[in-house]
């Protein structure tokens, strides 16, 4: 948990501008502290050596807490994953692991940005209205570890207090639902008190086409294509 020494801290208010999420504060006795609620546990305070009298540091984080820490902490590797960076490898390797077979659309929506963060009530906001679509939350992500019921996009109780940097929902399902995932996120936007973005991944056709962009723009989204290609940094698992 990061912390600061009241004991050490002079005040100089130069931690205050590092923090992700402006959790740094200073009180009405002219020294900083850490707002808990607010801190994501992301470690760049104590990583950035921005105090000059060593006066922040971090305590050992329990269970659910240390969820803050696990996917806002570049440096940590997720458990379930196994991925160092926030615990997932997300869609730059379609090309290898072909998560995202023809007649299937990938899509991974970030909640959180630094300076914003993401509640996981927002996130599990998201979740069930995906959940009542029927889309396919991706097992590989970190965010099954949380689920009470994946197929309802209930998260555990326990979990909802939390807050992240940043956490990717995964999903995956049929093209033709698209409309309807369309339509739910600009419902759900207008509920969570935070930012996402959108990615939608596809397989590129024989010719050279990408469907889901005109399908996209019918339904009044701006599109800006993305493409990366593995040049054999990987193993194709399937075909
Ligand atoms: S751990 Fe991250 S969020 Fe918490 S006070 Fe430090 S910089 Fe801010
Ligand atoms: S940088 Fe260190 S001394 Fe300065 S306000 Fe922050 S904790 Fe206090």
């Known amino acids: 948990m990061a912390r600061i020494d009241q004991e050490k801290c002079t005040g100089c208010g130069d931690c205050i501008p590092v923090c992700t999420v402006g959790a740094i504060q200073m009180s009405g006795e002219g020294k900083a502290h850490v707002d808990l609620d607010a801190c994501v546990e992301c470690g760049v305070c104590v990583r950035s050596r921005v105090c000059p009298v060593n006066a922040i540091y971090m305590q050992k984080l329990e269970y659910p807490r240390i969820l ?45 940005r630094p300076g914003v963060g993401a509640s996981l009530r927002d996130v599990e906001k998201v979740t069930r209205a995906l959940a009542e679509l029927g889309v396919e939350f991706v097992e590989e992500n970190p965010l099954m570890g949380l689920f009470e019921d994946p197929s309802r996009g209930k998260l555990k109780e326990e979990v909802l207090g939390e807050r992240v940097l940043s956490l990717i929902v995964e999903v995956k399902f049929p093209s033709e639902l698209l409309p309807k995932v369309i339509e739910t996120l600009k419902k759900v936007e207008k509920e969570v008190d935070t930012v996402f973005t959108v990615g939608l991944i596809t397989r590129i056709t024989p010719e050279g086409g990408i469907p889901a962009i005109s399908q996209l723009e019918q339904l009044g989204v701006a599109v800006r294509p993305n493409a990366k290609v593995n040049m054999g940094l990987g193993r194709v698992l399937r075909r």
């Open 68 to 112: 803050r820490r696990v996917f806002s902490d570049p440096t940590m590797t997720h458990k379930l994953t196994g991925i160092p960076g926030r615990g997932t490898a997300e869609v730059k390797t379609n090309d290898v692991t072909l998560r995202y077979d023809w007649g299937y659309y990938g899509m991974c929506i970030e909640l959180g």
